[in-house]
């Protein structure tokens, strides 16, 4: 078991949602967990504008940091959970 450590940055589409952003931020870390990695730290980056937008109606998004550790097939399996999920927008996971 060689766990990896991982920097996640996920843009969050909160158009249509009504709660707090800290709800999807600690949706996300369990979604993390649930597949069996490890959050070592959280950072929310604010509302920054998209530099080409490709949606006029979602010209910026949240951007959050999670970094986690976890064995190498964790960031296909957080991928995938997250594939349906219109509240990501997009994710972009680095192996540290």
Not at 35 to 42: E, F, L
Not at 82 to 88: A, E, I
């Given at each position: 078991?060689?766990?990896?450590?991982?920097?996640?940055?996920?843009?969050?589409?909160?158009?249509?949602?009504?709660?707090?952003?800290?709800?999807?931020?600690?949706?996300l870390?369990?979604?993390?967990?649930?597949?069996?990695?490890?959050?070592?730290?959280?950072?929310?980056?604010?509302?920054?504008?998209?530099?080409?937008?490709?949606?006029?109606?979602?010209?910026?998004?949240?951007?959050?940091?999670?970094?986690f550790?976890g064995?190498?097939?964790?960031?296909?399996?957080?991928?995938?959970?997250?594939?349906?999920?219109k509240?990501?927008?997009?994710?972009?996971?680095?192996?540290?």
């Amino acid at each position: 078991m060689n766990n990896n450590k991982y920097k996640a940055t996920f843009i969050l589409d909160t158009r249509g949602y009504s709660e707090p952003v800290e709800t999807l931020v600690e949706k996300l870390k369990g979604i993390i967990e649930s597949v069996g990695g490890k959050v070592d730290s959280v950072e929310n980056l604010g509302q920054k504008a998209f530099a080409r937008t490709t949606d006029r109606a979602f010209p910026a998004g949240i951007y959050v940091e999670i970094a986690f550790e976890g064995e190498s097939t964790l960031p296909a399996q957080i991928k995938e959970k997250l594939r349906l999920d219109k509240t990501v927008n997009r994710v972009l996971i680095l192996s540290e």
